[in-house]
């Protein structure tokens, strides 16, 4: 069984571009989340999805959006970068959401933005 | 606001020896506790999840306690070894439970 797949892997951005990351869940998996990773900050909630819609958000400027497809494939997208960017964005799927069973994480998307 | 706490920070064990990690939350309204595990450079490894109405949950070397009145869980690794060297994450559910609230890990080095 096929686990989460995040794209790409590692990816450099120079201040003020923007930038899309792609996350397919576990198949059969509705329920999508996103994370940032930070040295000082530790790991952060961005957004979670269920069948389309945004269930939650966490406390991260308007820069930061997300979607998901009609096949739980998440994008999640920022806007005008800054430094305080660079991290590492991890993606997790579950069946109906963290509150119901186990979350399962993608390898993550190493973003460095210069 | 729920805040999660892992002590300690790091821990140095020889290979062999049992060891527990803690993990507290300030806000025992929660629906489960997940603890992970991260090599470097990698994404989280789910270890084991605690629903709240459950005590303690086992997998394996891998033990995993959870008391939610007084805002606890603990992990017992038995019989460490150097491949259990990583960073542990503990995360509990928020009030919504729709995120994941994270400690900042513990970072274990076994040494052979």
């Known amino acids: 069984k096929a686990g989460v797949t995040q794209t790409p892997r590692y990816l450099i951005k120079t201040r003020g571009q923007q930038v899309t990351l792609s996350c397919s869940p576990i198949s059969g998996h509705r329920s999508v989340s996103w994370y940032q990773q930070t040295p000082g900050q530790g790991l952060q909630f961005l957004f979670e999805?269920?069948?389309?819609?945004?269930?939650n958000k966490g406390n991260f400027p308007g820069r930061f959006s997300g979607r998901q497809f009609s096949n739980s494939r998440s994008e999640m997208n920022v806007s005008t970068l800054e430094l305080g960017d660079s991290a590492l964005y991890l993606c997790a799927s579950s069946l109906d959401g963290p509150n119901t069973g186990e979350l399962f994480f993608g390898e993550g998307s190493r973003l460095t933005v210069l | 606001k729920q805040e999660v706490t892992q002590i300690p920070a790091a821990l140095s064990v020889p290979e062999g020896e049992n060891l527990v990690l803690n993990c507290s939350f300030t806000?025992?309204?929660?629906?489960?506790l997940q603890w992970f595990r991260q090599d470097p450079g990698k994404g989280l490894t789910s270890l084991l999840l605690i629903q709240s109405s459950q005590r303690e949950q086992t997998s394996g070397r891998l033990n995993a306690s959870l008391d939610k009145s007084s805002g606890r869980s603990t992990l017992y690794i038995a019989a460490s070894q150097p491949g259990d060297s990583a960073t542990y994450l503990c995360?509990?559910?928020?009030?919504?439970?729709?995120?994941?609230?994270f400690g900042k890990g513990t970072t274990l080095s076994v040494s052979s």
């Open positions: 806000d025992s309204a929660i629906y489960n």
């Open positions: 995360a509990v559910t928020d009030q919504a439970g729709t995120a994941l609230i």
């Open positions: 999805y269920f069948s389309e819609t945004q269930r």
